[in-house]
């Protein structure tokens, strides 16, 4: 199974960036797709999940409001569109999936079976 996110960059305090999640073929047909974020000096902490299955959505509290996850089936890619972007959110990024799920999504790292590389997400 690969994960590749593309979409990072740089933008100015209040800008927007959508972030993409493309996946491979695989059997599964139930599973949560979930963005976490990593800023230098702290630990991996989770943004957003999405199941796949009935597109429940989960958010944390510091990018409710501001920040979207979607996932377009026939591309089998996930999404994340962010909004008012601060310079908090400055951080690599990283899709990952979690099979076997129902609409309870998990937002633990450890939860998660497949990771994407990550892309770096800079605002300033």
């Known amino acids: 199974v690969q994960l590749v996110e593309s979409g990072g960059g740089s933008v100015q305090a209040g800008g927007s960036l959508r972030l993409s999640c493309a996946r491979s073929?695989?059997?599964?047909?139930?599973?949560?797709m979930g963005w976490f974020r990593q800023a230098p000096g702290k630990e991996r902490e989770w943004v957003a999940v999405?199941?796949?299955?009935?597109?429940?959505?989960y958010y944390a509290a510091s990018v409710k409001g501001r920040f979207t996850i979607s996932h377009e089936a026939a591309k089998s890619t996930t999404y994340l569109q962010m909004n008012s972007l601060k310079p908090e959110d400055t951080a690599v990024y990283s899709c990952?999936?979690?099979?076997?799920?129902?609409?309870?999504?998990?937002?633990?790292?450890?939860?998660?079976?497949?990771w994407g590389q990550g892309t770096q997400v800079t605002v300033s």
């Open positions: 990952a999936a979690a099979v076997g799920w129902d609409e309870l999504c998990p937002t633990a790292v450890a939860s998660f079976d497949h």
């Open positions: 073929t695989w059997k599964y047909s139930t599973y949560c």
């Open positions: 999405i199941w796949i299955g009935g597109a429940q959505t």
